[in-house]
Nanobody
Framework: QEQLVESGGGLVQPGGSLRLSCAAS????????MGWYRQAPGKQRELVAR???????AYADSVRGRSTISRDNAKNTVYLQINSLKPEDTAVYYC?????????WGQGTQVTVSS
């Protein structure tokens, strides 16, 4: 059964850092474009960062310069490092694996940035 499981969320003070992980089972992530999305209360889900199977990364303007998406194909895991966290980064963060007609989502991990 295909499954994505996110971890690494939590409560962080403004200016802090987090590394989110997305571990896959039943899916070979190296074949997929991987993305991190987030959804804040009352807002639409938005793309934060994505990385192709070849390792080419792209970022939303809101996190560019303070975020890094990476993948470890040997561990079948994708990561999102976010530094200099702001209260507006508070959201549920979701991992996505996309390969045309096949797309999978994780259950999400809560990130709360607050003092």
């Amino acid at each position: 059964q295909e499954q994505l499981v996110e971890s690494g969320g939590g409560l962080v003070q403004p200016g802090g850092s987090l590394r989110l992980s997305c571990a896959a089972s039943g899916i070979i992530l190296s074949f997929y474009v991987m993305g991190w999305y987030r959804q804040a209360p009352g807002k639409q889900r938005e793309l934060v960062a994505r990385i192709t199977s070849r390792g080419s990364a792209a970022y939303a303007d809101s996190v560019r310069g303070r975020s890094t998406i990476s993948r470890d194909n040997a561990k079948n895991t994708v990561y999102l490092q976010i530094n200099s966290l702001k209260p507006e980064d508070t959201a549920v963060y979701y991992c996505n694996a996309d390969r045309g007609p096949s797309t999978f989502w994780g259950q999400g991990t809560q990130v709360t940035v607050s003092s």
